[in-house]
């Protein structure tokens, strides 16, 4: 795979890279990542030389059909790992014993944080439970890396894509052995977690917000759909005011506004109520 796409991804896009050294040669590691676009999980792997393995939801790996098939094979041979999501603990637990299994093999395990792409390019907080708690199960160190602009290269609702250079950056080992032991501290999974969304940051040069992505794009989503609606009412007070205004103009009195109208039909009611002098 690293040939079928690795080099046609390098040879078309020519990513460019900086931190190479910082991956190990051999050994277990945590590739901790920011999540600019789908395509991230195919841009890492095919600047290293080290298998990369991720994880995906397990039904990629289970739909029927030839699809189905073509589809398992497609993200088996780049790495990525099937998590069942339908367990009492949900996807967080499969995701956290999956990650330990990639370690103790001695391999590579890339993990994005945030839990989800970004809505808007921007850097959002991580989540406490994946990252954390596989690196102190572990003790494997945590190397934060940087994606850059390849969300450019597919924007949502283009089906072409652009053809552009991406970048990556790769930051120094963080080791966590001071908190060995601390893995159901939550207060010490929040702080490891922030601590690598803070070097993710800086390597990546994205604005941080400290909210969810998930919560991001729920927010977006009800801006949208309150635009919408507010589009629609707008739409509709203007079709009944035209309604309206042609209404009056089909009564007598002319073209005349209403407003006149009904002014001279109070002075009228006026005129016939006030006292005789």
Do not use: C
Request: proline share 7%; charged share 25%; no cysteine.
């Amino acid at each position: 795979m690293k040939v079928a796409i690795g080099g046609p991804l390098k040879v078309t896009f020519r990513p460019w890279v900086e931190g190479l050294e910082n991956i190990p040669p051999e050994g277990a590691a945590i590739l901790a990542s920011n999540h600019l676009s789908f395509s991230d999980s195919f841009f890492l792997p095919a600047v290293l030389d080290r298998k990369v393995t991720f994880i995906a939801k397990a039904e990629y790996f289970t739909t029927p059909g030839l699809k189905g098939k073509l589809t398992a094979a497609f993200f088996k041979g780049v790495g990525q790992l099937p998590v069942d999501r339908s367990g009492a603990r949900g996807a967080g637990e499969a995701a956290i014993n999956s990650g330990i299994q990639v370690i103790e093999s001695g391999e590579l395990f890339g993990i994005y944080p945030e839990g989800t792409r970004s809505p808007d390019g921007r850097l959002y907080r991580g989540k406490p439970g994946g990252l954390a708690r596989v690196a102190l199960a572990t003790g494997a160190p945590v190397i934060p890396v940087a994606m850059i602009d390849t969300e450019k290269i597919q924007p949502p609702g283009k089906v072409l894509p652009k053809v552009m250079r991406p970048g990556i950056r790769i930051g120094r080992p963080l080791d966590f052995s001071r908190y060995q032991g601390m893995e159901h501290d939550r207060f010490v999974l929040r702080a490891l977690t922030d601590e690598v969304m803070y070097e993710i940051m800086k390597l990546s040069g994205q604005e941080y917000v400290d909210i969810y992505a998930t919560a991001a794009k729920r927010q977006i989503a009800e801006a949208a759909k309150a635009g919408k609606e507010a589009d629609r009412a707008a739409r509709a007070a203007l079709a009944k005011a035209e309604k309206a205004g042609k209404t009056e103009k089909e009564q007598p009195g002319g073209d005349r506004p209403a407003g006149e109208e009904r002014e001279q039909a109070e002075n009228t009611r006026a005129d016939r109520d006030r006292p005789a002098s």
